[in-house]
């Protein structure tokens, strides 16, 4: 027989639970400008985009087709970036043809 190994419950966290999460690295945005000033700015920029809807309240949600074009996209659209959660709508379809 083996001897029994200490519980787990003596290991402590590396972080506590409670301490806020740091940003993580995403593609998607949510900018406080009309969907076309988006398309047009990453036209510009030569940035590739994989989905862009436009929300309920007013501003444009972008996912960049990488995360390099999304660090672009957040330097060029910094000024307009909407912090905090935002209602979005159900998924509609789009022809994807016009972003590119």
């Given at each position: 027989m083996?001897?029994?190994?200490?519980?787990?419950?003596?290991?402590?966290?590396?972080?506590?639970?409670?301490?806020?999460?740091?940003?993580?690295?995403?593609?998607?945005?949510?900018?406080?400008?009309?969907?076309?000033?988006?398309?047009?700015?990453?036209?510009?920029?030569?940035?590739?985009?994989?989905?862009?809807?436009?929300?309920?309240?007013?501003?444009?949600?972008l996912?960049?087709?990488?995360?390099?074009?999304?660090?672009?996209?957040?330097?060029?659209?910094?000024?307009a970036?909407?912090?905090?959660?935002?209602?979005?709508?159900?998924?509609?379809?789009?022809?994807?043809?016009?972003?590119?």
């Amino acid at each position: 027989m083996t001897a029994p190994h200490k519980a787990a419950a003596t290991r402590t966290p590396s972080r506590p639970w409670t301490e806020p999460m740091e940003a993580r690295l995403t593609r998607a945005m949510n900018l406080d400008l009309p969907e076309q000033a988006v398309i047009d700015g990453c036209r510009r920029k030569g940035i590739t985009i994989s989905a862009l809807e436009t929300l309920p309240a007013g501003g444009t949600h972008l996912v960049c087709v990488t995360i390099e074009g999304a660090d672009l996209a957040r330097d060029l659209f910094k000024q307009a970036i909407i912090a905090g959660r935002v209602r979005r709508s159900s998924f509609q379809r789009i022809d994807t043809t016009r972003l590119r």
